[in-house]
């Protein structure tokens, strides 16, 4: 499978609890986002890489919240010190550097990880 | 004022009929509009994108482009059952991100 690939896909932790999730984008895709969506609601974008470097934050993103992508490939997400609010689907895309047209290339979500905060 | 607007429906129409799908933006230097289609419980799948004024056609969907009006639509010919999901509008935001609006939610009916 070439896919986006995210895990785990379902997480439930309890208030307080630090979570972790995992994205692997598609290979030949430099660009990699973090959104979070929770029901009834479109996509809320939290950050965004290019390669290795972490361009772009949500100025809405609790500082509980960080994102990693070290060598340019896989990303992490953590949550630390959960609360119910964090509560949602954490969808990972990613995007092929931008060729020939102008603006934002297309994204390809994963499956999501769904977190539940008891 | 939020960036995406789009009616959360549910937009209700019969088999075979055309649905016809509306979104606004608010940042006039946006470039770049991508239709997305959500299942319940899956993940958004792109559906088609358009960078300039007019109409893009791919299979049953067009989508439509009025910068000047800074609104995007998208209509599908021949609708099924099986187009039943929301339907998410996204435009590329100030920086290389997309933004999306709340959806709006498709029923087909037989």
């Known amino acids: 499978d070439t896919g986006v690939s995210q895990n785990p896909r379902h997480k439930i932790t309890k208030r307080g609890q630090n979570v972790t999730f995992r994205c692997d984008p598609i290979s030949e895709h430099n660009r990699l986002y973090w959104y979070r969506q929770t029901l009834g609601q479109g996509p809320e974008f939290l950050t965004y890489f290019q390669n290795e470097a972490q361009l772009e934050k949500s100025r809405l993103l609790s500082d509980r919240f960080s994102a990693e992508r070290p060598k340019g490939s896989f990303s992490t997400l953590e949550i630390q010190r959960t609360e119910q609010g964090d509560s949602a689907m954490y969808l990972c895309?990613?995007?092929?550097?931008?060729?020939?047209?102008?603006?934002?290339?297309?994204?390809?979500f994963g499956e999501g990880s769904r977190l539940t905060v008891l | 004022q939020k960036e995406v607007e789009q009616n959360s429906g549910p937009l209700s129409v019969p088999e075979g009929a055309i649905a016809s799908l509306n979104c606004t933006y608010s940042?006039?230097?946006?470039?770049?509009f991508f239709w997305y289609r959500q299942y319940s419980g899956k993940s958004p799948e792109l559906i088609m994108f358009i960078y300039s004024n007019g109409d893009k056609e791919d299979g049953r969907f067009t989508a439509q482009l009025n910068k000047a009006s800074q609104y995007v639509s998208l209509l599908i010919r021949d609708s099924q059952p099986s187009d039943s999901a929301t339907y998410l509008c996204a435009v590329n935001g100030d920086t290389d991100k997309l933004i999306f609006g709340t959806g709006t939610r498709l029923q087909v009916f037989p």
């Open positions: 940042d006039r230097g946006s470039q770049s």
């Open positions: 895309a990613s995007s092929p550097r931008i060729t020939g047209t102008s603006g934002t290339g297309e994204l390809f």
